[in-house]
């Protein structure tokens, strides 16, 4: 990705305008829907069953979260929607249609708990923003419990005028309603003082030609006067944050904007702040993300406020709108060169961002954490004491639930318990003062689990940390977990607040350091309550103790592994991973920058002492909660979140490329996994394999094999490890005939081998596909992600590999090029140096 001069590429206008995009999901009883992606200014027309809905309809300005149209009747279940813009004399075809639905097939306790955003709320706020929305529902404010602000029809995230601003110390909330069916109210406020003196606002750069402008730094609830030149435009309200506003004409270079904000009518405005209007000749290239082959859209990341994207495949125009989607009019391919530029006015960008797309490119999608459905109760428990290996130990923790209202010990939400009981996630902590209460550590992830229906418990292993170690201590752990699952169910005979609401035949477990361990025995101990099943195991930075008798196996996998960690600094989960052998699926987290310490809340301190480089605790927490979520979710609750884990899809705002994943399907094709002792000659399939330009053995990929590599690996596992000797070094593994890979992908997990000097650059391969005629086709691995560089560690820097994705699609097979007789791996980096391959599957 680059960024060129506009004028050297001259490229080429087509009178195609880009359909818009109908938001989605769309749901029986809405009032209104959203459009996305149109020109500023363009008219909208909106089609419903194949007749004209709404036409003509002026829609803005789409950015951020497009245009809100009210409709003239409510949408019903099985209406297909469609839209289409009109913009500068052209008409754009008609969107990708949307089928409208029942919202309880999606949400059948109701709609989800409306979100005050942003927070606080404060004195003499006049406008307050709502998110977490079902488009076209009804939205309303109380105060004290008087409604002061209601809209029928709302966006996804909507803002609502109070009437009267609010006063110091009324309690705020928010309620929702679709189709007559509510929504649980949103999490309380007590309004504050507003800040004294408010903060400057400030404007973006404006360039000329603009009929639109953000402005910044605004409080929650304040009113805002803009004026251009010197002459007042008006008084806005507004939720906070930015504000974005139309002007009544383009703004001209040299024009001068300024902007104050005002809360209580006691305190003083804001000091002025402003902006003077830019030349065109500033107007910058937009900035967009990586484009996936084959996908038919641009998404775009940052433009100048009111701006037009134009898209121009092979230097000829492919899309234009008005983001942050732009749809293209084909599917980008392998080898394309995609230009996009912004215009603004008649304004076009002096530079393009120039790039190509890569066959592997996820997208970022949602946030699989950000499941907001119930608020949360929560409790101690005490379950009294229990003999564990001669000590007598207490049961005891605590537990967060949805319930009816937030706090401690409210009801169980009524609506959920309901439709069934629910999944359960018990939690242990590791070693640590027994001072500190560990177990109160999680409670970031116990909250975000039982906002999503999940009964999320904290096990107080307190007395069992110290300056105790050993195998034992892992084994009682377990068995305190164990102990604390029977007293739950118990609990679930029995108590007035859980009596039938929990799940004990989706059970899932996670630990953390030593507790990380013990999760992993804990399911085949004998003191597991015999119906209760536990069907996933998230083991975050394990330690081994050499507890476990033999492979994690019975449940899906998940482990998390700091590779800055100065407790556990051997990743021992790494041998877990290896080992496992799941029903499904099993997922490795390698993550860059992380310490051990900051998964826990009560853990102070960085246990690498601030030798190693450390992202902060609201990263490390966030690791946790992204990815967490998706593995529980998709297990216990089949929600479609494994995505996330494969590398499909990427999270919003995450420290994702930290996040080095590896991951298998147990039912996958599996080539070689070098596990079978059929060694080098022969793949797991029986088929022979050569070599030729490099040294290719089998090694034990660990610290105790007798025929390992090096000292660099920490798992358990055996794997080929190539060196080259020579450019194009090339490794080559037969297939059975007649074998067909459409629409497959082919995965190998890999590592860069670290020989005790740090690389200056990263190396990689490439991997080709051998057809029935003799053809190879290649791929990079820099064009499916790269090969990451060790993380540096000094004396323990690691091989940890990791997997990656080649999509057939990417390797532009011909139609008759239906048979692959071979997949090569290939080193003909300047930089070679030897790599480690393991689990080549066909997936």
């Known amino acids: 990705m680059a960024e060129v001069p ?8 087509t009178r195609f305008l880009s359909p818009p995009v109908v938001g989605e999901p769309l749901y029986q009883c809405a009032k209104a829907l959203v459009i996305l992606g149109f020109d500023p200014g363009a008219t909208l027309d ?43 004399g052209l008409t754009s075809g008609w969107s990708v249609a949307v089928t409208v639905r029942d919202h309880t097939q999606d949400f059948p306790d109701g709609p989800p708990r409306p979100q005050i955003d942003p927070a606080p709320v404060y004195q003499c706020g006049s406008r307050t923003g709502v998110n977490n929305l079902l488009t076209g529902c009804d939205v309303w404010i109380t105060a004290d419990g008087v409604e002061v602000g209601k809209v029928k029809g709302a966006a996804p995230h909507q803002g609502i005028n109070v009437t009267p601003d609010y006063g110091l110390g009324q309690q705020v909330r928010a309620w929702a309603m679709m189709c007559k069916d509510p929504s649980p109210p949103s999490l309380a406020y007590d309004t504050i003082a507003p800040p004294n003196p408010l903060p400057t606002p400030g404007i973006d750069a404006a360039y000329a030609g ?9 409080v929650n609830g304040a009113r805002f006067e803009l004026s251009l030149n010197g002459a007042s435009l008006g008084v806005w309200r507004t939720w906070g944050y930015a504000h974005l506003v139309g002007l009544p004409a383009p703004l001209n270079t040299g024009d001068s904007l300024s902007v104050v904000q005002r809360m209580c009518p006691g305190n003083p405005p804001s000091n002025p702040g402003g902006t003077t209007v830019l030349p065109c000749s500033a107007l910058p290239a937009p900035q967009v993300a990586a484009v996936q082959c084959s996908d038919q859209f641009v998404t775009v990341t940052q433009i100048a406020t009111g701006a037009t994207v134009k898209v121009y495949v092979n230097h000829v125009k492919a899309g234009e709108g008005g983001g942050p989607t732009v749809l293209l009019k084909a599917p980008v391919q392998h080898g394309d060169v995609v230009d996009v530029v912004q215009q603004v006015g008649t304004c076009v960008s002096h530079l393009a961002q120039e790039l190509q797309c890569l066959c ?21 428990y005490d379950g009294g004491t229990v ?20 706090g401690s010990g409210q009801p169980f939400n009524k609506r959920r318990a309901k439709r069934g009981p629910v999944p359960l996630i018990f939690m242990a902590h590791g070693n640590h003062s027994p001072a500190d209460p560990s177990y109160l550590g999680y409670d970031y992830f116990q909250n975000a689990l039982a906002k999503m229906g999940f009964a999320a418990i904290s096990v107080d292993c307190n007395e069992l940390n110290g300056n105790t170690a050993g195998a034992g201590n892992i084994l009682d752990r377990a068995d305190l977990i164990n102990a604390s699952i029977a007293h739950f169910q118990a609990l679930n005979g029995t108590d007035p ?51 476990t008798s033999g492979p994690p196996t019975g449940y899906e996998f998940q482990t998390l592994l700091p590779a800055a960690d100065g407790d556990v600094q051997n990743n021992d989960g790494a041998k877990y991973y290896d080992r496992c052998l799941p029903p499904a699926f099993k997922s490795q987290l390698y993550v860059h920058n992380a310490c051990h310490n900051f998964f826990n809340r009560q853990w102070l301190l960085n246990d690498n002492g601030g030798t190693l480089p450390t992202m902060s605790r609201p990263d490390h927490e966030r690791v946790l909660l992204i990815y967490g979520c998706a593995f529980f979710r998709s297990v216990l609750a089949g929600h479609g979140t494994v995505g996330f884990l494969t590398g499909n899809e990427q999270p919003p705002a995450a420290p994702t490329a930290l996040v080095h994943l590896s991951f298998q399907w147990v039912k996958s094709l599996t080539v070689d996994g070098q596990q079978q002792n059929n060694w080098i000659p022969k793949n797991n399939l029986g088929q022979p394999t050569s070599q030729s330009g490099l040294a290719a053995g089998e090694y034990g990929l660990s610290q105790t094999a007798a025929n390992r590599y090096n000292n660099s690996f920490y798992g358990d596992s055996v794997g080929m490890v190539a060196k080259p000797k020579k450019t194009n070094g090339t490794f080559r593994s037969q297939l059975p005939a007649k074998t ?27 991997l080709g596909l051998e057809l029935s005629g003799g053809t190879i086709q290649w791929v990079d691995s820099d064009d499916v992600g790269g090969v990451p560089l060790p993380f540096d560690r000094g004396s323990m820097t690691k091989s940890m590999p990791s997997t990656l994705r080649f999509p057939v699609r990417c390797f532009a097979l011909g139609r008759r090029d239906k048979s692959v007789r071979a997949i090569l791996l290939r080193l003909k980096r300047k930089n070679a140096r030897a790599l480690a391959f393991e689990d080549l599957q066909i997936v």
């Open 210 to 218: 603009a009929q639109q402008i953000r402005i910044n730094n605004l």
């Open 360 to 380: 592997v490119a996820p997208p970022v999608t949602f946030d699989p954490s950000a499941l907001d459905l119930f608020p949360v109760g929560f409790t101690d």
């Open 46 to 88: 909106v089609e419903r069953n194949g007749a004209l809905f709404l036409s003509g309809v002026p829609g803005g300005f789409p950015q951020p979260q497009g245009a809100i149209l009210s409709l003239p009747a409510a949408l019903a279940a099985g209406d297909v929607i469609r839209a289409r813009q009109k913009a500068n």
């Open 740 to 766: 067909h890979l459409t629409n497959q992908e082919v995965w190998i997990r890999v590592a860069d081998v670290f020989d005790g000097s740090f690389p200056t650059a990263a190396t990689g391969f490439e």
């Open 6 to 13: 506009t004028e050297r590429l001259k490229l080429k206008e």
């Open 497 to 547: 607040l859980l009596k039938n609401k929990l799940d004990f035949s989706k059970v899932g477990l996670m630990g953390h350091s030593r507790g990380g361990e013990a999760v992993v025995i804990a399911p085949v101990r004998a003191s597991k309550p015999a119906n209760a099943v536990v069907l996933a195991v998230l083991s975050l930075a394990p330690t081994d103790w050499g507890a």
């Open 387 to 406: 003999s564990i290996d001669g000590q007598t130990l207490h049961v005891r923790g605590n537990v967060f639930y949805p319930a009816e209202d937030d």
